[in-house]
């Protein structure tokens, strides 16, 4: 029938209309990247500048330990989080005023495309890899050692590399490599050859023990996750930030059981004691603290919570005779520094 053809042509064309509309409506590729990652904080005198490296995917319930699974889905649950949970890499770019130190590298080249992006973010921040002075190594994992290298050649030019001595002498180590059976020799290998550079040109340096290593940067010892690992406690006038490295890894399930450990552990309850001991310090004492791994920019302060909830395996042992605690965790308050020239704002209006 004629009436009904016409209907037919009519919503034909209406539909490629629509058709055409909404090819131009989908066809602006999106573009899955995310803004170069840095963010700033003034600490007393001091310029603090944490740097995102990216970010790593993680099944946490291959990798967490001492904790059952179900109770690791009930923490997911709490922190409306779902596998694979998103790992943030932080490093930590500190202005003294008179010395520029970098506090970890991240990734570098070897842990895929969501990494890797430590240059990029300091570059954004306003810095250049060369105006770099110290690198603070908070352990030789390479997640915290693979910004050293770019393209085989040190990324930082005119830095001096320092690490515990605890923590050379174990990943420098050829005989302590070979010790080892081969397949967990990589890890030995990749550090020996992203502190190579660096050693040839004598800016390799090893600390012992909780000593000052900048005026208003101290060691603080806290191995267990590795034979050296490092905290540094950052100070200026009277605040302090206590950059963690690998004291935790998961904050959804060891913030509420500090006793839950991690398959990188290399002396998983050493790491725990440290870990319980460095969060009763931050929550008695209130300062800031950073990690590596807290959702960027992964500072916060924590709170004593009240007891561990009953049934978490292994608690009593992780913290000997005293009772397991457990933290809340309040990640910082984003907030636009004042510009170190500018005039405090005046409040009157005339
Ligand atoms: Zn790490």
């Keep these: 029938m004629k009436a009904t053809g016409t209907w037919v042509r009519w919503l034909a064309a209406a539909g490629t209309l629509l058709m055409l ?32 490296d990216g970010t790593l995917p993680f099944n946490v319930h291959e990798l967490l330990t001492n904790i059952t699974p179900a109770r690791l889905d009930a923490a997911l649950a709490r922190a409306f989080l779902k596998e694979p949970i998103d790992f943030s890499v932080n490093a930590f770019l500190v202005n003294t ?16 495309p969501g990494v890797g992006h430590l240059l990029q973010s300091l570059r954004a921040a306003g810095y250049r890899p060369e105006q770099v002075d110290d690198i603070y190594i908070t352990h030789m994992h390479g997640d915290h050692i693979g910004g050293l290298l770019q393209d085989g050649k040190a990324a930082f030019p005119n830095a001096t590399v320092h690490a515990a001595q605890a923590e050379a002498g174990y990943w420098l180590s050829e005989a302590q490599m070979n010790a080892k059976p081969a397949a967990e020799r990589d890890g030995f290998k ?80 050493r790491a725990a004691r440290a870990r319980i001991a460095a969060f009763a310090d931050a929550a008695a004492k209130g300062y800031l603290v950073g990690g590596a791994h807290l959702s960027f920019p992964g500072l916060g302060h924590l709170r004593a919570a009240g007891p561990v909830s009953s049934g978490a395996s292994n608690s009593k042992e992780a913290a000997g005779d005293a009772p397991l605690v457990s933290y809340a965790y309040v990640p910082v308050a984003y907030a636009v520094p004042a510009p170190p020239s500018s005039a405090p704002p005046s409040r009157s209006s005339h």
């Design 97 to 112: 005023g008179s010395k520029l130190a970098l506090i970890d590298t991240g990734c570098g080249a070897a842990y895929g």
């Design 21 to 52: 509309t909404d090819v131009a409506l989908a066809a602006a590729p999106m573009q899955r990247t995310q803004a170069p990652g840095y963010y700033r904080m003034m600490l007393g005198d001091f310029e603090v500048t944490v740097l995102s």
């Design 190 to 269: 990749a550090a020996m050859t992203l502190f190579k550079p660096y050693v040839a040109a004598q800016r390799f340096q090893t600390f012992s023990g909780n000593v000052e290593l900048l005026p208003g940067i101290r060691a603080v010892a806290a191995s267990g996750h590795t034979p050296g690992h490092t905290m540094y406690l950052v100070s200026s006038k009277n605040e302090s930030l206590l950059l963690w490295g690998d004291l935790m890894h998961v904050a959804a399930a060891q913030f509420p059981d500090p006793a839950v450990t991690i398959r990188f552990d290399i002396d998983s309850p």
